[in-house]
């Protein structure tokens, strides 16, 4: 959900070690956060016509990350895998201020309003694993991708390992 002021954007940074995702909507609500910690259960309806709407799309993050972090507003949380048990994709972890790293804390006191989502990978830094994942990622994105997105007006791309930002924006 957006305010009515608000250019709908959602900025992908790529580092090394993690992506991190960030989007400037009004932030998550108790019901997604109660389907993001369900099995087959969503916040969006077949009338709606949502990709998602069958519950598994957050779990997608898995491919990326053993550890996804959330923040959005008061919610700070985490998911760790493998845990104790196969629970461990849907059983949130609370996460403390001095356990979030200095960078993704940073980014956060910044862009106060936003969802970010962080995820340190679980290749190692600078490894052939590590940088073909990520251009995978990288050559995913289509410049037509926003044609496809309703609410979605604007799209950040900044690979830090090329110092290079992309932005993509739908014009009318």
Not at 7 to 31: A, T
Request: glycine share 2%; proline share 4%.
């Amino acid at each position: 959900f957006y305010t009515n002021t608000t250019i709908p954007c959602l900025r992908i940074e790529l580092n090394h070690s993690y992506i991190l995702l960030s989007n400037n909507e009004q932030g998550l609500r108790v019901q997604d956060v109660l389907a993001l910690c369900s099995l087959a259960v969503s916040t969006k309806t077949s009338q709606q016509q949502h990709i998602g709407e069958k519950g598994v799309g957050f779990k997608s993050v898995f491919a990326a990350s053993n550890q996804p972090m959330l923040f959005s507003h008061a919610w700070k949380f985490a998911f760790h895998v493998p845990g104790i048990d196969a629970m461990s994709y849907i059983t949130p972890l609370w996460i403390k201020d001095q356990d979030i790293p200095d960078y993704i804390s940073k980014q956060i006191l910044t862009n106060t309003q936003d969802t970010h989502l962080y995820l340190p990978l679980k290749y190692q830094a600078h490894t052939t694993e590590a940088d073909l994942f990520l251009n995978q990622v990288t050559k995913a994105v289509d410049p037509c991708i926003l044609l496809n997105m309703r609410q979605l007006k604007k799209l950040e791309i900044i690979d830090q390992r090329q110092n290079k930002l992309t932005i993509i924006e739908k014009q009318l």
